[in-house]
């Protein structure tokens, strides 16, 4: 076989328009392919609904591949663990309700099976905005990440979606744009990103299930930004939460777009 490398070229540019062209219109655009943004993308993937992820870094994976400062180990207590059973990952039982994983396969392992289930993951992709139409977030603001670093002015393009999902963790973008452009009012309870507040595992554990909704209309928090839109504290590295708010988040979604 002769290797051309123009062909190699005009595969991989035909391959990626048509990708992203057939991504313009989604049922829910993810903002973010940390943990809880990639298990919101796979349960609803696995349910049939049209989901593409937008990640600025060049990895997906977020916060999770450094475990607790570097040591690439994370945490899960049980009732987590059968989200990464789910996913194929390997968990060993520390003590008691603690469980333990290996960061590297438990990325590896969300990113696959979102992808596999019918997630489209677009990386390299910073959302800069948000489309408002009539009260209700429409859809995102898109630039390369690149555009973005460089500091260049270059206008940016849109995707339409039914919903959002703020899954950017502690910054919580999304929201933090929505506040600063529009001045609208959030639900909650100052109207306001309330912000995230010192560590507190076992309450951020609960709080960041319960914070994971729809904090605009259209627009849903998932993971740690959940804590910074609706007031919570931070829980370090255990990262059952993260799985279960994306579980939650992608459970509220599909009975709303039934
Ligand atoms: C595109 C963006 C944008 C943008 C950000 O930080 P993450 O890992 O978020 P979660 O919520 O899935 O997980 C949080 C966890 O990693 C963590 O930080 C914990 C448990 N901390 C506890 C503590 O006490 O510190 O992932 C967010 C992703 C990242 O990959 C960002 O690059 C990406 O979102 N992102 N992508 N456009 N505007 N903003």
């Given at each position: 076989m002769s290797i051309d490398e123009i062909k190699i070229s005009r595969a991989i540019v035909d391959s990626y328009f048509k990708k992203l062209m057939s991504n313009l219109e989604v049922d829910v655009a993810i903002v973010g392919a940390g943990p809880s943004g990639l298990t919101c993308a796979y349960y609803l993937a696995k349910r049939n609904i049209k989901v593409a992820v937008f990640e600025?870094?060049?990895?997906?994976?977020g916060g999770m591949w450094g475990g607790g400062i570097m040591f690439n180990e994370i945490v899960v207590q049980t009732k987590a663990k059968e989200i990464l059973d789910e996913f194929g990952v390997r968990t060993r039982r520390f003590e008691g309700e603690y469980f333990l994983a290996d960061s590297v396969e438990s990325v590896c392992a969300l990113a696959d099976k979102a992808i596999k289930a019918g997630a489209k993951i677009f990386n390299?992709?910073?959302?800069?905005d948000v489309m408002i139409r009539t009260g209700r977030v429409t859809g995102l603001v898109l630039n390369w990440s690149a555009v973005e670093i460089a500091k260049l002015h270059v206008d940016p393009i849109t995707i339409r979606s039914k919903f959002v999902v703020?899954?950017?963790?502690?910054?919580?973008e999304v929201a933090r744009v929505l506040e600063k452009k529009t001045n609208v009012k959030l639900k909650t309870k100052t109207g306001k990103t309330v912000g995230e507040t010192s560590m507190w595992a076992e309450m951020a554990e609960d709080t960041i299930v319960k914070n994971?909704?729809?904090?605009?209309?259209g627009v849903y928090s998932s993971g740690m930004a959940s804590n910074a839109v609706f007031g919570g504290p931070r829980m370090g590295p255990i990262f059952g939460g993260m799985l279960l708010a994306g579980r939650k988040v992608a459970s509220d979604l599909i009975k709303r777009l039934k």
């Open positions: 600025r870094k060049l990895s997906v994976g390299l992709l910073s959302v800069e703020d899954a950017t963790g502690h910054a919580a994971s909704k729809e904090f605009y209309p």
